[in-house]
C-alpha cells in the first residue's frame, strides 16, 4: 500500500518510496508497478499526475484527481509557483548556505537556465578512510531548485562536487562502493519533504510533508546527521 499523505476531493498526494516510477517509460520497459497505476487501485480513481519525481528520489508526489486540476497544477508548476524543498546527504563539508546557478543540458540537447538553493543543516566526519583521506566527511542538506530541470539537484550538487550518495550516474562511484560495501546501502539518499502551493480550487496554501525514508534515517543515525529541523 501506498502511503497517502493528504487528499481531498481534487487532490491526493503520497510518500513516493525511492525505486518507484511515477508511470510507464520507455527506460525501465521491464518494470510492471507504477505509483500512478497503484495509486489507481488503491483509491478507486483516476489520477492525473502534477509533476514528476526521479525513479531513485522517495517523497511528496501529487496527483490531481480530474484533467481540469491537474492544468491548473501544472500551470503553477511551470511558472514557479510552486515551493519544493529535498532533504540531500552529500559527500564533503558544502557551504553554510549556498546558491547553483548553471544551466543544464536535458536530454533533447535543449540548454536551459538552472538555479538551485541549498542551507546545511548538518556535518559529520567518520573514522572511514576514503580515497588518500583517513576519514570521510558528509553534509546533510536542504535544498530548493528554483527551476525544475531534470535531475537538478542531482547536476548541481555533482558540478559544486558534493554528489548525492547513492547516485548514479552523477554521484561518486568511490562513494557509491563504500556505503555498499559497509553499510550494504545503495539508495539515492535525496528525498522531496515538502511542497508548498496554492490549492487550485479554494486558493489556500496548501503544504504537503513527508516524512523521511527508513533508509536516509538509518544513514542519518549512522553518519550522525541529525537535525533539529523537522
Not at 510507464?24 to 483509491?43: F, K, M
Not at 480530474?66 to 514557479?80: A, I, R
Not at 576514503?130 to 542531482?154: A, C, D, N, W
Request: charged letters at 20%.
Amino acid at each position: 500500500m501506498l502511503e497517502i499523505i493528504y487528499q481531498d476531493k481534487y487532490l491526493v498526494a503520497i510518500n513516493k518510496p525511492n525505486g518507484l516510477l511515477v508511470h510507464r517509460s520507455s527506460i525501465a520497459a521491464n518494470t510492471d508497478e507504477y505509483a500512478l497505476q497503484l495509486l489507481r487501485d488503491q483509491i478507486g480513481l483516476k489520477v492525473f499526475p502534477c509533476h514528476r519525481l526521479d525513479r531513485k528520489t522517495s517523497g511528496v508526489l501529487l496527483f490531481a484527481l480530474t484533467p481540469e486540476v491537474q492544468k491548473l497544477v501544472n500551470d503553477q508548476f511551470m511558472h514557479n509557483e510552486t515551493s519544493k524543498s529535498y532533504w540531500a546527504i552529500v559527500r564533503g563539508y558544502t557551504p553554510a548556505i549556498g546558491t547553483i546557478d548553471y544551466a543544464l543540458t536535458n536530454d533533447k540537447g535543449k540548454t536551459q537556465e538552472a538555479l538551485t538553493h541549498f542551507t546545511c543543516l548538518n556535518q559529520s566526519e567518520i573514522p572511514i578512510a576514503s580515497g588518500k583521506f583517513p576519514t570521510s566527511r558528509y553534509s546533510l542538506l536542504e535544498v530548493k531548485p528554483i527551476t525544475g530541470r531534470m535531475h537538478q539537484i542531482r547536476k548541481h550538487l555533482a558540478h559544486i562536487f558534493h554528489p548525492i550518495i547513492g547516485d548514479r550516474p552523477h554521484g561518486c562511484n568511490k562513494q557509491n562502493k563504500l556505503f555498499l560495501e559497509h553499510w550494504n546501502m545503495n539508495t539515492m539518499l535525496l528525498h522531496a519533504k515538502d511542497l508548498e502551493l496554492q490549492h487550485p480550487i479554494n486558493g489556500e496554501i496548501l503544504k504537503i510533508s513527508a516524512q523521511l525514508s527508513p533508509e536516509f534515517l538509518r544513514m542519518q543515525s549512522t553518519l550522525q546527521l541529525q537535525s533539529e529541523k523537522i
